[in-house]
């Protein structure tokens, strides 16, 4: 009996991370006024079509179900999300909604993508403005920096309609085409994304000077945004990108930069773009996302302005354990309850039971052994304390308590539960 | 576009009864020294043959992946628990483990009942004592405590070998038809139960007696032991029911009683079995579980006994929206921030950030519209305060901060922002 291929069983001592992750992303949404939704994580195969590219399809966990509906295991959150949005009439603009949830998708397993992981998801819907493009991207960075991630990483931003008009102003019509060849620029040599360019119509200058921008990593206020003044009223787009970005900075003292090579992937971005890296580079990105204001009016009649993002599992846990995260239960309050002989248990258990409404981790020993053996087990465990329970305890209505740090022992009672580091 | 029949979307509104018993199952697992797991939601169609019948198997939702493997949506935790446990030789037992996942049946959607829900389980392996029976019941009555169901629901326990010996002490060999009968025998007119009984070979005179006893609940105390002492050494089976139950019973103020109708449909049972019920009756069971010692045996060559309850989100949600729960996050920590001007977005938002700092749910307005559309829509979004920025405010370094509930209005600084309640 085995396993799937592409698919993982995450034992306890890979749970810690993860459960930190669904925590802080959780308390941070909440903190900045966003509310939870759920989906289903089975659909119909036609909510993808609209949307994504035959590339996407191909790539589904999709299958026939029993009453005959093709349909897919979720491959990703926004065509569900914008269903939910345009499926209610009543709803107030603008929706700040966030999701955690698991996505399938059949390719190939390799390092850091199975065929089901989970994903944070937030989107603004409603609004079209510098403001709610900087909150969600504000939101991204926050997340990390609670997560323990603080100057780890670099949130860097681009402008999908700056480079539709950058491109177009050159005289490139296959836009597609460019993203493409701009996406890849990063693991590319220069000369080769030069003349991929080139090959698309773009003259030798400005492919040259392009290129030579993907290079570096542009803080706000020293962005040459004047070699651009070429393109007229279209600068306008590039102002907002750059004004946005000092508006990001504002919300973490982490590294917030514009980066002409991020475009991503999808054809359905309208504005900005943006995606966190950690400073190492020994990671894919760890989270991406960006403004689409024309998938709500594909799904409907309605035209909704949208930004948003999602954030995997796999890249984050890799990075959390790397920088090793403590677990969220302090193992300083947790004890292991110890007695002498099972007709003790009882008493044991109202005392464990005890530590338990005081938000201890408490283990009590549930087998026939001897309390030797079970002070053993507490050692083993990691536990801070052991509660030995035998007839002159049992008799006095009180435990010994045995700090396993120091190996000392004391009798205390009930009342003192709440003090034990003052006992010591 | 619409969702697939048999599947839910999860509105803001619904969410918080969710994220309730999401919370607090998961800090009573760990309270209880319980560690998570997560496994796959797509697994091999093999691993619930061995175990459960074909009516289980017709309705998995189950397909033929793109690989031609044969595999369905998990219907259930214990199977994919169960071979997580036996695939690693390296545990020390016992193993406490819990896991909060989606689950899906290709079933007729009805109240109560949809083709996808989600499921926390909990189970511990490697001990079958009375202490361990006790420990993982007093859990489930703790989660539903701490959920707020506190002395609204009842705890019921039986012992399926307890029933076992006393069915085939009275001769009856067909055991699953038993239980099959049983089972129903709440919701079926007693004289039915009697000759259903009858007709598999239970003696007229057990059967009255038999069925008279599942219209009663037995305080642990209560229950009429000595009307078994036929059965001879058997008894004992039913002697660690009641010392079980009286040990359940120090782990809640909630009722926890004997019930000889809960036998639970599935046949893999070997020991203790329990469900919970809402006081009024309105509901399905709100959880239930049990014993069974001899599953790890049948998918590995490791006899490892085991117990462990399963509790679905469906109804408890239902109890808690009966119950009115509160949000999590206190609206008494709630801000909307406002400002004249988009200029003004940058101070404003250095002001946002301040309260986020200090975990208020903090909404910043995003779009171009007049102070008073703003103090408006914080109002009708039911936030506690508005923060008010003009250029005075600006000037001043300071804000205008309205308490929306009795409409005052004071100017305060960055540093009164820990202490509002103080200020009016």
């Known amino acids: 009996m085995e396993r799937l291929r592409g698919f993982r069983d995450i034992y306890p001592e890979d749970a810690e991370p993860r459960k930190k992750i669904f925590n802080v992303a959780e308390r941070m949404s909440e903190i900045f006024d966003f509310s939870k939704i759920e989906f289903p994580s089975v659909e119909s195969m036609d909510l993808y079509r609209l949307k994504s590219g035959e590339e996407l399809v191909g790539q589904t966990f999709s299958f026939t179900d029993k009453g005959g509906r093709e349909v897919t295991l979720t491959p990703e959150a926004t065509p569900s999300v914008v269903r939910m949005l345009t499926a209610r009439k009543d709803l107030q603009?603008?929706?700040k909604w966030y999701s955690f949830q698991r996505y399938w998708r059949y390719e190939e397993p390799q390092s850091g993508r199975q065929?089901?992981?989970?994903?944070?998801?937030?989107?603004?819907?409603?609004?079209?403005?510098?403001?709610?493009?900087?909150e969600i991207i504000g939101l991204a960075c926050r997340i990390l920096d609670e997560l323990g991630l603080e100057g780890k990483y670099s949130m860097k931003l681009n402008s999908r309609d700056f480079m539709e008009s950058l491109l177009v102003s050159k005289g490139i019509s296959e836009l597609d085409r460019a993203y493409a060849i701009i996406d890849k620029a990063k693991k590319t040599a220069p000369e080769k994304t030069i003349s991929d360019l080139e090959g698309i119509g773009l003259d030798p200058d400005s492919a040259k000077n392009l290129v030579s921008m993907f290079e570096v990593e542009y803080e706000p206020d020293s962005f040459p945004i004047d070699s651009f003044s070429y393109m007229g009223?279209?600068?306008e787009k590039l102002e907002r990108l750059v004004e946005t970005t000092k508006l990001v900075s504002s919300y973490t003292p982490s590294r917030v930069t514009i980066d002409l090579s991020i475009v991503r992937g999808l054809t359905y971005y309208t504005g900005v773009v943006f995606e966190a890296y950690d400073n190492d580079g020994s990671f894919r990105s760890i989270l991406g996302g960006g403004r689409y204001d024309r998938l709500a009016s594909l799904m409907s009649e309605q035209e909704i302005p949208a930004i948003g993002f999602g954030m995997g599992d796999v890249i984050l846990e890799l990075m959390l354990k790397k920088s090793d995260i403590k677990s969220p239960v302090s193992e300083d309050k947790s004890v292991y309850v110890c007695y002498s002989d099972p007709n003790l248990f009882g008493y044991s258990l109202s005392i464990a039971n005890e530590f338990r409404k005081q938000s201890f981790r408490t283990a009590i020993n549930m087998t026939a052994r001897s309390l030797t053996a079970q002070i053993r087990q507490a050692s083993k465990r990691g536990f801070r304390y052991a509660v030995i329970i035998g007839e002159k305890e049992y008799g006095s209505g009180n435990m010994t308590l045995k700090d396993m740090t120091s190996g000392k022992q004391i009798e205390i009672t009930n009342k003192e539960i709440g003090n034990l580091q003052n006992l010591f």
Chains 1, 2 share one sequence.
């Open 115 to 134: 065929r089901e992981f989970f994903q944070y998801n937030a989107d603004i819907f409603g609004v079209d403005s510098i403001e709610s493009d900087a």
């Open 233 to 235: 009223s279209d600068i």
């Open 93 to 95: 603009l603008p929706v």
